[in-house]
């Protein structure tokens, strides 16, 4: 019984083999029947693998071009990359020079605090001490003021009468409690 069912299945199995054997393929030979080709059409066969050929040409020129536009953006991102680099040097250095700027105007602001200190203590000092020509010293005469002292002071061969000499004395007496 057992070899009955064996015999049967290897008649069915070679049945299907007979059926879908490569040369007796029932879509192989269909395929192979509509595979005749004209003569029109191998030559439209032939022009397109002449095209190909032709493309491949092409395709080569393009991957030249491909590698010269690559090896000019590698170029430009390098050019880039030093370009950001000196950028960021520069901002650097305005950051340290705007830092220098910021003690120095700091300075400036505490000399010229000084210097109206310095202002105040001379007007005060000189309050009594009456110039030639010129009014009492103040804020307002100040720099004219302080222009003829130093006038006095450097050409003191013109000034080499007692009155004078006795007016240079005192002005030294009242600036030495300035301390500077």
């Known amino acids: 019984f057992g070899l009955k069912i064996y015999f049967r299945k290897s008649i069915k199995i070679n049945k299907l083999f007979n059926v879908h054997s490569l040369s007796g393929c029932p879509r192989a030979t269909s395929a192979m029947k509509k595979a005749k080709l004209s003569g029109e059409q191998m030559l439209t066969i032939k022009q397109r693998a002449s095209n190909g050929i032709e493309n491949d040409e092409e395709i080569k020129q393009l991957d030249e071009e491909i590698k010269e536009l690559n090896e000019s953006n590698s170029q430009m991102e390098a050019d880039m ?14 950051k340290t020079i705007e830092e220098e700027n910021k003690v120095i105007e700091q300075q400036n602001e505490s000399l010229l605090h000084e210097l109206a200190n310095l202002s105040q203590s001379l007007i005060h000092s000189l309050a009594n001490i009456q110039l030639p020509h010129m009014e009492p010293i103040n804020e307002q005469n100040f720099d004219a003021y302080v222009t003829t002292l130093t006038d006095m002071y450097t050409n003191q061969d013109r000034y080499q009468s007692p009155e004078n000499k006795a007016l240079l004395e005192n002005i030294k007496q009242a600036v030495r409690g300035i301390q500077v």
Request: proline share 0%; aromatic share 0%; charged share 20%.
């Open 81 to 94: 990359i030093k370009l950001r680099t000196q950028i960021t040097t520069m901002e650097s250095n305005l």
